[in-house]
């Protein structure tokens, strides 16, 4: 099993950015696919990207938000530029230690875009 924590949420103005982490432990040796979500007050947990084979992006933030993992350190990265108002969300990291097995969640990270 893979135990989850997220790092790096906060206060932003709009146009800035921000760099989340997600840090993984337990039983992390090649874990397969890892990736975000996010959940908005009041609306559904929404996907924002993930990284196995290939790495993919929701088109509301492709072009704004990389994502890296970096297996040494155990550790994946969001990071978020250009942020907009809608941008603000919980955001949750996820893992899928193997194709078809469940996923691991994370607490969440609170990012909110204002001035």
């Known amino acids: 099993q893979v135990q989850l924590v997220e790092s790096g949420g906060g206060l932003v103005q709009p146009g800035g950015s921000l760099r989340l982490s997600c840090a993984a432990s337990g039983s992390v040796f090649n874990i397969y696919a890892m990736g975000w979500y996010r959940q908005a007050p009041g609306k559904q947990r929404e996907w924002v990207a993930t990284s196995s084979d290939t790495t993919n992006y929701a088109e509301t933030v492709k072009g704004r938000f990389t994502i890296a993992r970096d297996n040494a350190k155990n550790t994946m990265y969001l990071q978020m530029n250009s942020l907009k108002p809608e941008d603000t969300a919980v955001y949750y990291c996820?893992?899928?230690?193997?194709?078809?097995?469940?996923?691991?969640w994370g607490q969440g990270t609170q990012v909110t875009v204002s001035s």
């Open positions: 996820y893992a899928r230690p193997a194709i078809g097995s469940p996923l691991s």
